[in-house]
């Protein structure tokens, strides 16, 4: 079993303290307007991202390949009524170095089907597109 998340208010609207065993961060609701945190939803892309993102960049580190800049962008569809759940969601990989498109291809690949446990934990529930782009 993984270790456990608290999610604690901090005693004014909807501003929660979300704790790990790694680190913190402030959620909010989109109610509170000028407060500032994430939302869970964005939250929950910026995991897919991230997941993916770790997974991309150690695979073409170990082909050898010199990524000089890498960036994930994530952007989701979303229902229009509650729950308000991502009906799918969109990830693109920009790369800048002098890359073999052909080992991108393979590294986003392996992220997307064998790496990336919240990608898995989506995946089917939430159709999930990508793309990449490189720069030279």
């Known amino acids: 079993m993984s270790d456990p998340v608290t999610v604690t208010w901090k005693g004014e609207g909807l501003l929660f303290e979300g704790r790990t065993a790694s680190g913190s961060v402030d959620l909010v609701s989109g109610l509170d307007a000028g407060v500032e945190?994430?939302?869970?939803?964005?939250?929950?892309?910026?995991?897919?991202?991230?997941?993916?993102?770790?997974?991309?960049?150690?695979?073409?580190?170990?082909m050898r390949q010199p990524v000089e800049a890498f960036s994930v962008e994530v952007r989701g569809t979303r229902a229009e009524e509650h729950p308000k759940r991502y009906t799918s969601l969109e990830v693109v990989y920009r790369l800048r170095g002098d890359l073999d498109e052909a080992k991108v291809a393979r590294a986003v690949e392996l992220s997307e089907t064998r790496y990336c446990s919240v990608e898995a934990t989506l995946h089917p529930g939430v159709p999930i597109a990508s793309r990449f782009e490189i720069e030279r």
Do not use: F, H, Q, Y
């Open 37 to 62: 945190g994430v939302r869970p939803t964005e939250l929950l892309a910026v995991a897919l991202g991230g997941c993916t993102a770790m997974d991309v960049l150690s695979i073409l580190r170990k």
